[in-house]
């Protein structure tokens, strides 16, 4: 069948500047670019171009600049291209339109709504550079009061829960292995050991390699229970039961059988080759109380030694969901929000389900705490954070540490070009094909991450210093440090912020 | 009267605070002239004292000192004392003319709750609620102390003439506390001068509290209402919370309010290590962040507390069986001139003085 859809990006290529050394052509995984000897000239299909900028890129002398050129119908307010071009396809197979990262779609971004507090006059602001200033974060159920008896020496009375430890509270977000190469995994796995904190196996099981190095890694137990075995239970510094996910909210995980190579097969113990489709629910969960069974059944697994967390999408009712999972066990709540990424989801449902994470955030943290749950779990909450001041806006907002996969993704050289679900990743994180992943060095794919987190790091004592605060723990839920410009009444009241001026 | 509703009370301010640790009396004139030399740390807008031991013939009851803009409020919050408490006496609080403006009217009840009324909540549980549906609920009412055998006197003026005006130099306390304030975004409002009283505790605070909006969040969670908009109403809960809820030894609720650095923590001995870290992670709510010195008073004792950082002044001496607090050694030394010893407490450490104990910690 004739394919009515078009490429989407136009490559141009400055011949003056091309000398023919043909890394374009090896380089990009479609196929885009091909070299006709007798002609000594580069020709590109850009039909097959995804927009990943992998030629410009690496290209010496650059002489490639691959543009976005969709196809420019008609204007119509109603039927965008958007919506011809995923007609043609699926008119063309019949299929679910698959897509990967998170949501791109212009839904409001609430963290460009908010502005930060600077301290002034009465009260100092503090100077990073000369004063000690504290990012250091403890993730786990707290008790809400001490039994501390006073003698010559003080006697603490009370077992407080396992605690997961933070230098800096961001942790890398739950990325299995499959959907991302081991050399992704393996850098995403010796910056937290640098930067004192966490990277999450997502779905996918630990590689063998991998397990012994498990002190900072949280290991997920998800519907299709993938590589789950007491020994990889017991192999993390935490377990993160896996509900939903912020990309594809009501749906399982989803690993095309491209990607579903011989390790992956032996760590996902699948047959290879497979897709890997979990279940939509958990099959042992219908119901909260099914969960606190799971929840203590993984405790009792780990011999009670580590937190148990449970991870759902945001979705309208996640405050009620919180409560719940709160009163149930879990030590952490991750919270994924509308514009969380996916190696592979479909389109329609990243697009059009769940809720931003701003709103779920201000809704539940406040919930907890109007239930006097608020100490029950930690909340950490993932879905497009970008910056440091992101990251500082969601703990005024009530986090307790956020989740980041995006963005050590593009610290690993992403483009964000969506095409994570083909397997085909130029950049060698995406993908399984050997003469890809190669690209991604670990050694230097570690560096850039612990680079970033140093920098945010930076970033964010500058501005909580900037507040006349130097411990992260006053910032966290200190909504008095936000104030918004252009949101409703309705929008200031669920943040529970005050418009600036106020 | 206008009552502050809009945003968070900052101030700078002068503190001062006198405890013989005999619990020997002595009469209000020091504290007000220790105040009065550091008049330029207030503008004119605040000022006030607690003292403790100054009604011995009523220390079984609450003292209730009351505020009401007018005979109204003054009628509906005495109906609603006389449904939930017994009265045994009620009075003018004594004040003489002065240079203080616009006086509210002025009363003390000493009372204790109805038996009927308490239900299963022990008396100061029951207190403290009702104080707060006063302050919160009757319209021009305001509750400026609750504690038994002790009280506080604010008003809007310079503290040696509030001092004047509430004839101080008629009682006779162990322990003295006192503020200055220095406000700078509130009009001034009875209320909002210092001490914040609450049961037994009274507190006075020069500072601004970066952390106020999770201090409040958390105290919400245990049912505190914060109507003040004060740094100073939110450490008055803290304490109350942590000492006398949480039966937390003072010294602790001190760490947890101003806690030692995680690189001093983890060098730490691995016993005292734990401890610490414990508060840490379980209190972090509880960490009052920004510039701030306090002083407490309480039953039998006095506190005094800086930030972690110590970026506001204070100045801790002795002379036989007194210890002196105050923002600057000129608060002392007037009243003082050759103490036995003068220090400045360290950064986060308090400095505690029992009635019968001495000075148990030096901070």
Same mark, same amino acid.
């Given at each position: 069948?004739?394919?009515?859809?078009?490429?989407?990006?136009?490559?141009?290529?400055?011949?003056?500047?091309?000398?023919?050394?043909?890394?374009?052509?090896?380089?990009?995984?479609?196929?885009?670019?091909?070299?006709?000897?007798?002609?000594?000239?580069?020709?590109?299909?850009?039909?097959?171009?995804?927009?990943?900028?992998?030629?410009?890129?690496?290209?010496?002398?650059?002489?490639?600049?691959?543009?976005?050129?969709?196809?420019?119908?008609?204007?119509?307010?109603?039927?965008?291209?958007?919506?011809?071009?995923?007609?043609?396809?699926?008119?063309?197979?019949?299929?679910?339109?698959?897509?990967?990262?998170?949501?791109?779609?212009?839904?409001?971004?609430?963290?460009?709504?908010?502005?930060?507090?600077?301290?002034?006059?009465?009260?100092?602001?503090?100077?990073?550079?000369?004063?000690?200033?504290?990012?250091?974060?403890?993730?786990?159920?707290?008790?809400?009061?001490?039994?501390?008896?006073?003698?010559?020496?003080?006697?603490?009375?009370?077992?407080?829960?396992?605690?997961?430890?933070?230098?800096?509270?961001?942790?890398?977000?739950?990325?299995?292995?499959?959907?991302?190469?081991?050399?992704?995994?393996?850098?995403?796995?010796?910056?937290?050991?640098?930067?004192?904190?966490?990277?999450?196996?997502?779905?996918?099981?630990?590689?063998?390699?991998?397990?012994?190095?498990?002190?900072?890694?949280?290991?997920?137990?998800?519907?299709?229970?993938?590589?789950?075995?007491?020994?990889?239970?017991?192999?993390?510094?935490?377990?993160?039961?896996?509900?939903?996910?912020?990309?594809?909210?009501?749906?399982?995980?989803?690993?095309?059988?491209?990607?579903?190579?011989?390790?992956?097969?032996?760590?996902?113990?699948?047959?290879?080759?497979?897709?890997?489709?979990?279940?939509?629910?958990?099959?042992?969960?219908?119901?909260?109380?099914?969960?606190?069974?799971?929840?203590?059944?993984?405790?009792?697994?780990?011999?009670?030694?580590?937190?148990?967390?449970?991870?759902?999408?945001?979705?309208?009712?996640?405050?009620?969901?919180?409560?719940?999972? /709160?009163? /149930?066990?879990?030590?952490?709540?991750?919270?994924?929000?509308?514009?969380?990424?996916?190696?592979?989801?479909?389109?329609?449902?990243?697009?059009?389900?769940?809720?931003?994470?701003?709103?779920?955030?201000?809704?539940?943290?406040?919930?907890?705490?109007?239930?006097?749950?608020?100490?029950?779990?930690?909340?950490?909450?993932?879905?497009?954070?970008?910056?440091?001041?992101?990251?500082?806006?969601?703990?005024?907002?009530?986090?307790?540490?956020?989740?980041?996969?995006?963005? /050590?993704?593009? /610290?690993?050289?992403?483009?964000?070009?969506?095409?994570?679900?083909?397997?085909?990743?130029?950049?060698?994180?995406?993908?399984?094909?050997?003469?890809?992943?190669?690209?991604?060095?670990?050694?230097?794919?570690?560096?850039?991450?612990?680079?970033?987190?140093?920098?945010?790091?930076?970033?964010?004592?500058?501005?909580?210093?900037?507040?006349?605060?130097?411990?992260?723990?006053?910032?966290?839920?200190?909504?008095?440090?936000?104030?918004?410009?252009?949101?409703?009444?309705?929008?200031?009241?669920?943040?529970?912020?005050?418009?600036?001026?106020? | 009267?206008?009552?502050?509703?809009?945003?968070?009370?900052?101030?700078?301010?002068?503190?001062?605070?006198?405890?013989?640790?005999?619990?020997?009396?002595?009469?209000?004139?020091?504290?007000?002239?220790?105040?009065?030399?550091?008049?330029?740390?207030?503008?004119?807008?605040?000022?006030?004292?607690?003292?403790?031991?100054?009604?011995?013939?009523?220390?079984?009851?609450?003292?209730?000192?009351?505020?009401?803009?007018?005979?109204?409020?003054?009628?509906?919050?005495?109906?609603?004392?006389?449904?939930?408490?017994?009265?045994?006496?009620?009075?003018?609080?004594?004040?003489?003319?002065?240079?203080?403006?616009?006086?509210?009217?002025?009363?003390?009840?000493?009372?204790?709750?109805?038996?009927?009324?308490?239900?299963?909540?022990?008396?100061?549980?029951?207190?403290?609620?009702?104080?707060?549906?006063?302050?919160?609920?009757?319209?021009?009412?305001?509750?400026?102390?609750?504690?038994?055998?002790?009280?506080?006197?604010?008003?809007?003026?310079?503290?040696?003439?509030?001092?004047?005006?509430?004839?101080?130099?008629?009682?006779?306390?162990?322990?003295?506390?006192?503020?200055?304030?220095?406000?700078?975004?509130?009009?001034?409002?009875?209320?909002?001068?210092?001490?914040?009283?609450?049961?037994?505790?009274?507190?006075?605070?020069?500072?601004?509290?970066?952390?106020?909006?999770?201090?409040?969040?958390?105290?919400?969670?245990?049912?505190?209402?914060?109507?003040?908009?004060?740094?100073?109403?939110?450490?008055?809960?803290?304490?109350?919370?942590?000492?006398?809820?949480?039966?937390?030894?003072?010294?602790?609720?001190?760490?947890?309010?101003?806690?030692?650095?995680?690189?001093?923590?983890?060098?730490?001995?691995?016993?005292?290590?734990?401890?610490?870290?414990?508060?840490?992670?379980?209190?972090?709510?509880?960490?009052?962040?920004?510039?701030?010195?306090?002083?407490?008073?309480?039953?039998?004792?006095?506190?005094?507390?800086?930030?972690?950082?110590?970026?506001?002044?204070?100045?801790?001496?002795?002379?036989?069986?007194?210890?002196?607090?105050?923002?600057?050694?000129?608060?002392?030394?007037?009243?003082?001139?050759?103490?036995?010893?003068?220090?400045?407490?360290?950064?986060?450490?308090?400095?505690?003085?029992?009635?019968?104990?001495?000075?148990?910690?030096?901070?």
């Amino acid at each position: 069948m004739l394919s009515l859809c078009k490429g989407e990006f136009s490559v141009e290529r400055d011949d003056d500047r091309c000398i023919r050394c043909l890394v374009c052509v090896r380089q990009c995984p479609s196929d885009v670019h091909k070299y006709d000897e007798e002609e000594d000239r580069i020709y590109s299909d850009e039909s097959e171009c995804v927009g990943c900028q992998r030629c410009a890129t690496l290209c010496p002398t650059d002489a490639i600049t691959i543009r976005y050129k969709p196809m420019e119908m008609k204007e119509n307010a109603n039927w965008k291209t958007y919506h011809l071009t995923n007609i043609y396809k699926q008119a063309e197979t019949g299929g679910i339109l698959l897509t990967g990262m998170g949501n791109d779609k212009p839904y409001p971004i609430y963290w460009d709504h908010i502005l930060l507090n600077a301290s002034q006059v009465t009260n100092p602001s503090i100077d990073p550079l000369r004063e000690p200033m504290e990012l250091r974060t403890y993730l786990g159920r707290k008790p809400d009061l001490l039994d501390i008896e006073d003698g010559d020496e003080l006697i603490l009375k009370t077992e407080i829960s396992p605690q997961l430890k933070l230098e800096l509270p961001v942790l890398f977000s739950a990325m299995s292995y499959g959907s991302i190469s081991l050399n992704a995994v393996k850098s995403l796995e010796r910056a937290a050991t640098i930067a004192g904190t966490y990277y999450n196996t997502g779905e996918g099981g630990l590689h063998k390699d991998l397990h012994k190095y498990g002190k900072n890694t949280i290991v997920q137990c998800a519907s299709g229970r993938f590589g789950v075995s007491p020994d990889y239970l017991n192999a993390g510094a935490a377990v993160e039961i896996k509900i939903g996910q912020g990309a594809k909210p009501g749906i399982g995980g989803h690993l095309p059988g491209e990607k579903v190579l011989e390790e992956i097969s032996e760590t996902r113990m699948i047959v290879e080759g497979t897709d890997a489709l979990s279940p939509a629910p958990h099959h042992d969960i219908y119901s909260i109380e099914d969960l606190r069974q799971l929840i203590f059944a993984l405790k009792e697994t780990i011999a009670y030694e580590k937190p148990v967390g449970v991870k759902i999408a945001a979705v309208h009712n996640s405050a009620a969901i919180s409560s719940g999972m /709160a009163r /149930a066990g879990a030590d952490f709540i991750a919270l994924d929000g509308v514009r969380g990424g996916t190696g592979a989801a479909p389109l329609v449902t990243r697009d059009n389900v769940g809720i931003p994470i701003e709103l779920a955030l201000a809704s539940i943290d406040q919930r907890l705490r109007e239930e006097g749950i608020r100490n029950n779990a930690s909340l950490i909450i993932a879905g497009g954070i970008r910056s440091s001041s992101d990251i500082i806006k969601a703990i005024a907002l009530g986090a307790d540490a956020v989740y980041i996969g995006t963005a /050590a993704l593009v /610290a690993l050289g992403c483009h964000l070009c969506q095409k994570c679900y083909t397997g085909k990743c130029a950049w060698g994180i995406a993908t399984q094909d050997p003469y890809l992943t190669k690209r991604l060095n670990p050694e230097i794919g570690t560096r850039r991450l612990v680079n970033l987190l140093n920098a945010w790091s930076n970033e964010m004592k500058e501005l909580i210093g900037g507040m006349g605060i130097n411990a992260i723990e006053s910032l966290r839920g200190n909504r008095l440090q936000l104030r918004g410009v252009g949101l409703t009444d309705t929008e200031y009241k669920i943040l529970g912020i005050l418009p600036a001026g106020e | 009267m206008q009552k502050i509703t809009g945003g968070k009370d900052i101030s700078g301010c002068a503190v001062s605070g006198i405890l013989n640790t005999n619990g020997k009396k002595i009469d209000g004139r020091y504290i007000i002239r220790s105040i009065a030399n550091m008049h330029d740390r207030s503008n004119g807008l605040g000022g006030g004292f607690a003292a403790y031991g100054i009604y011995p013939s009523y220390k079984e009851y609450y003292a209730f000192h009351l505020m009401f803009d007018d005979s109204y409020a003054r009628e509906r919050c005495e109906e609603f004392l006389d449904k939930n408490f017994l009265i045994e006496r009620e009075g003018d609080i004594p004040t003489r003319k002065t240079v203080i403006q616009n006086p509210p009217i002025l009363r003390r009840y000493f009372v204790e709750p109805r038996e009927e009324k308490l239900d299963k909540s022990s008396e100061d549980d029951f207190v403290i609620r009702e104080v707060m549906k006063i302050n919160s609920d009757i319209e021009g009412s305001y509750v400026l102390s609750s504690g038994k055998n002790m009280a506080a006197f604010k008003a809007v003026g310079f503290p040696e003439d509030v001092g004047n005006f509430y004839r101080l130099e008629e009682y006779k306390a162990e322990t003295w506390i006192a503020h200055g304030r220095f406000p700078t975004n509130t009009p001034g409002w009875w209320g909002g001068a210092h001490p914040f009283a609450l049961l037994d505790y009274s507190i006075v605070h020069n500072g601004e509290i970066s952390s106020y909006g999770i201090n409040k969040r958390y105290l919400e969670m245990f049912g505190y209402r914060c109507t003040l908009l004060t740094d100073t109403e939110v450490m008055a809960y803290l304490f109350d919370l942590l000492v006398r809820r949480h039966k937390l030894p003072m010294k602790i609720a001190c760490k947890a309010f101003a806690p030692p650095f995680w690189d001093e923590i983890d060098r730490m001995p691995e016993k005292e290590k734990k401890v610490m870290k414990t508060i840490r992670t379980v209190y972090g709510s509880c960490l009052v962040n920004g510039p701030f010195s306090i002083i407490l008073g309480f039953k039998n004792g006095m506190l005094a507390l800086n930030d972690r950082i110590k970026l506001r002044p204070l100045i801790a001496a002795t002379k036989k069986d007194f210890l002196m607090v105050s923002s600057e050694e000129a608060g002392i030394r007037e009243i003082c001139k050759e103490p036995d010893k003068i220090w400045s407490p360290k950064a986060g450490e308090p400095v505690i003085g029992l009635i019968g104990k001495g000075v148990v910690e030096e901070g």
